[in-house]
């Protein structure tokens, strides 16, 4: 007997058909005899509802008061997903119990939008699996050491379920989403896109990172840290469908790298059109200056992803660094009444209409003139670079976001990623 958690997305969850589908997927893996943890999303559009309905209501100057509200109200379509499944289960003649993530409890920080999860307590989960029930826990939140609600932050239910196993030490996490697998691209954009029956933890993290849609960022650093063996597979093939057929399907994220895993030089190609980039014009160059600004922006809780300091030229320097561009007006605004003027700094301008696209891929290792490559092919589309970050197994350009789709198109035909490893 294996102790498998399941997590369902909210397009899994999106209707009372759906969430009986689901039912049905997770009554059959019980009945094979295995223990079930189910984390479901909250169902397709619930959350862009409620948060829509605080906008409306919204302070001028949002709060830490009014950001607890945020997660307050955030973690009940969680719970409503999750107490309908827990009723969905029960009419297949499966005992089932949902728990709401503070009933767990799960433990976090006390960011609101945005907390960690700092421990599980998995002992009321472990009573009811041995008495042969079906667990559901709601995914995308938590309680701080105060019990205050907390949610874990958009895709946040990736997360839990992946964190969850990793307290429970599961068997497997498989990850049920609205696409079969993982993709060299997006498919929308590349119909040419292929499936990958593997890909590598490392090469997941980056791509996560890096604006792939398939799983949320913080889920793959918990598998990775925990080694928890995960796969993504859609939830959208028959319920009915073999076991052990639908445990072999959609993409394995594997912690072991193999040869055929060489062959392939460029694995995928990932982009994000969230990103906004700031720069900070005439910085003092001196010792502490990267310090002053980005401390600034990280005690407010925004993080910072590609970063770079020009050449000082008559002691001066230009700053400049991308955020999510939800974070960009909050960030400029922050730069403008306190960053600048303690820093003697000339200006700070920005650019919310720009996109980051990726290459990844852990042949790249081994291999010599990938990112010169990738230059060479942005430039012959005359799509002009912004900015340039790498790492061992990656590289990523910022450019103009209105060249996003060409760039992945092009880019993908380069590295010949329509065309399966031998």
């Given at each position: 007997m ?23 997927r997770?009554a ?12 479901p999303?909250?169902?397709s ?19 830490e008061a009014?950001y ?9 379509g969680?719970?409503?997903?999750s107490?309908l ?9 499966m ?11 799960i ?5 609101y ?9 998995d002992?009321?989960?472990r009573?009811?699996?041995a008495a ?16 205050n609600i907390t949610t874990?932050?958009?895709g ?7 964190a969850?196993a ?8 498989l ?11 997006d498919?929308?954009v590349?119909p ?11 090469e ?10 398939v ?10 840290k925990y080694k ?5 597979l859609?939830s959208?093939t028959?319920?009915d ?25 460029v ?7 969230d ?9 003092p ?18 993080e910072?992803?590609?970063i770079i ?19 960009y007006?909050?960030t400029?605004e922050?730069?403008?009444?306190k ?10 301008v920005?650019?919310a209409k ?23 092919t942005l430039?012959?589309?005359?799509i ?7 790492s061992?197994?990656k ?12 760039a992945?198109?092009c ?5 010949a ?6």
């Open positions: 294996a102790l498998i958690v399941h997590k369902y997305g909210g397009t899994s969850m999106g209707s009372p058909e759906r969430i009986r589908n689901v039912a049905k997770v059959k893996w019980a009945r094979a005899g295995h223990q079930m943890v189910v984390v999303s909250a169902m559009g619930e959350t862009n509802r409620l948060l829509g309905l605080a906008k409306e209501l919204a302070p001028s100057r949002a709060t009014y607890r509200e945020l997660d307050m109200l955030a973690a009940t969680e719970q409503a997903s107490a499944l827990a009723i969905a289960l029960q009419a297949e003649n005992e089932s119990v949902s728990y709401a993530g503070w009933q767990v409890p433990r976090t920080d006390s960011s939008t945005k907390a960690r999860i700092e421990s599980i307590d002992q009321r989960v009573a009811d699996l042969g029930k079906v667990v559901i826990v709601t995914g995308f939140q938590g309680m701080d050491d105060e019990g874990l932050g958009r946040g239910s990736d997360t839990s379920a992946v969850v990793a307290a429970m030490k599961a068997d497997e996490c990850i049920y989403t609205d696409v079969d697998g993982v993709y060299t691209t498919p929308r590349v040419e896109a292929r499936r990958l029956l593997t890909v590598s933890f490392e997941m993290l980056e791509m996560a990172s890096l604006g792939s849609k799983l949320q960022i913080r889920s793959v650093e918990f598998a990775g928890v063996p995960m796969r993504v859609s959208f028959p319920w469908i073999d076991i052990h057929e639908e445990a072999k399907s959609g993409t394995l994220i594997t912690f072991e790298e193999d040869e055929k895993m060489e062959q392939a030089v694995s995928g190609i990932a982009f994000n059109r990103e906004a980039k700031i720069s900070v014009l005439g910085v160059d001196k010792p502490g200056i990267a310090f002053q600004i980005l401390g600034a922006v990280a005690d407010a809780n925004i910072v992803d590609v300091q020009n050449v000082s030229k008559d002691g001066k320097t230009d700053f400049s660094f991308t955020v999510n561009r939800g974070d007006a909050r400029m922050l730069l403008k009444e960053v600048v003027p303690e820093l003697g700094a000339q200006e700070v920005g650019d720009i996109a980051k696209v990726s290459i990844v891929g852990i042949g790249m290792r081994s291999h010599v003139g990938v990112a010169s490559k990738m230059f060479r430039s012959e589309e005359g002009n670079i912004q900015m340039i970050s790498t061992e197994i590289t990523s350009v910022v450019i103009d976001e209105k060249y996003v789709e060409l992945v198109r880019l993908h035909k380069a590295f990623l329509d065309q399966a490893v031998a």
